[in-house]
């Protein structure tokens, strides 16, 4: 369990902040894990339309490149933050870690994977309970 050290869930206005939140809680305990954080929020775009994938959270950790998805929820809602990452949102992913190796040099038969962090915030205890799911997608 992560302890807030600030009142952060009052700030709370939109999910697109409670992702920010979950995202900080997950880079801490990233970096309490030895992981180096080498991105975040990486975006892949077509050359000048939508976004196609995003990536919150790109970190390296013995040699291993995580590209990381972030859930999060406050006081569960009726099911777990991991169950968000449905079929569709594992593909979009997987391409967007591609591109990603690709616009940074990196063979892709280097070593990384895809995990997914999930973030239950309980409100009333003020306490974040993380799973951290490595080489999830594949």
């Known amino acids: 369990m992560v302890y ?20 900080k809680i997950v880079s801490q305990y990233l970096k309490e894990k030895d992981y180096r954080i080498l991105d975040r929020n990486y975006s892949s775009k077509w050359v000048s339309g939508p976004i196609r994938g995003e990536i919150d959270i ?22 777990l933050p991991e169950d968000k990452v ?10 967007t870690a591609e591109n ?9 038969d280097s ?15 003020k306490k974040a309970k993380i799973r951290h799911f490595q080489n999830a997608v594949f």
Do not use: C, Y
Not at 86 to 95: G, V
């Open 4 to 23: 807030f050290k600030e009142p952060m869930l009052e700030k709370l206005k939109n999910s697109r902040q409670l992702g920010d939140m979950g995202e």
């Open 58 to 79: 790109i970190a390296e950790k013995e040699n291993t490149i995580s590209f990381i998805e972030v859930k999060t929820l406050i006081d569960g809602q009726g099911f």
């Open 100 to 108: 990603w190796l690709m616009e940074k040099n990196i063979p892709l």
């Open 86 to 95: 449905n079929f569709a949102k594992q593909k979009k992913i997987l391409k």
């Open 111 to 125: 070593r990384w994977q895809v995990d997914v962090i999930s973030v239950e915030i309980h409100s009333n205890s």
